[in-house]
């Protein structure tokens, strides 16, 4: 496809792009907190439970500028604040996103119970509408059922 940036890779395996692109378990999270934590800011990032380290969360938040899977935008209030934000690109991952979510949490005993999955499951194309609303209106609020609980772990 053309516009597509070259670079040296493995092969030309879509997996092994996808791969040498997010295959590591920090981008996926930095993902994950954009797209239903409302996370913004490197500060944020850091407070998610994970443990990232402050270089790593720095390395990969440049990967993944430079994938153009995030933006990072400076806050016109507050020069000294950087957002970063999913590129459409980023967002088309939500689905991928989702179903990680829902194969772990079978598979493994997890923080999510059985009766979230079973809704993530059933609603996934209702849940994935709500995820993109949200990001066009650029709304940063953790992603809720409408009974305030979490949906997402």
């Not at 899977?69 to 980023?90: P, Q, S």
């Not at 993530?120 to 409408?146: G, I, M, N, Y």
Request: charged residues 30%; positive net charge; hydrophobic residues 40%.
């Amino acid at each position: 496809m053309p516009g597509k940036p070259k670079s040296k890779r493995r092969s030309g395996c879509p997996v092994n792009i996808s791969l040498e692109m997010l295959g590591d378990r920090w981008s996926l999270l930095i993902i994950r907190d954009l797209m239903v934590r409302g996370f913004r800011t490197y500060k944020e990032f850091q407070s998610s439970g994970e443990g990232i380290a402050t270089n790593v969360l720095a390395g990969r938040l440049r990967k993944l500028q430079a994938a153009g899977i995030i933006v990072a935008e400076v806050e016109a209030a507050d020069g000294r604040r950087v957002n970063y934000r999913l590129t459409e690109k980023g967002m088309d991952l939500a689905p991928v996103v989702l179903e990680l979510l829902i194969w772990g949490a079978r598979y493994d005993d997890t923080g999510a119970s059985c009766a979230m999955i079973g809704k993530l499951e059933k609603h996934r194309k209702e849940l994935l509408a709500e995820v993109r609303r949200r990001w066009r209106k650029r709304d940063a609020t953790p992603l809720q059922a409408k009974s305030g609980e979490w949906l997402w772990p």
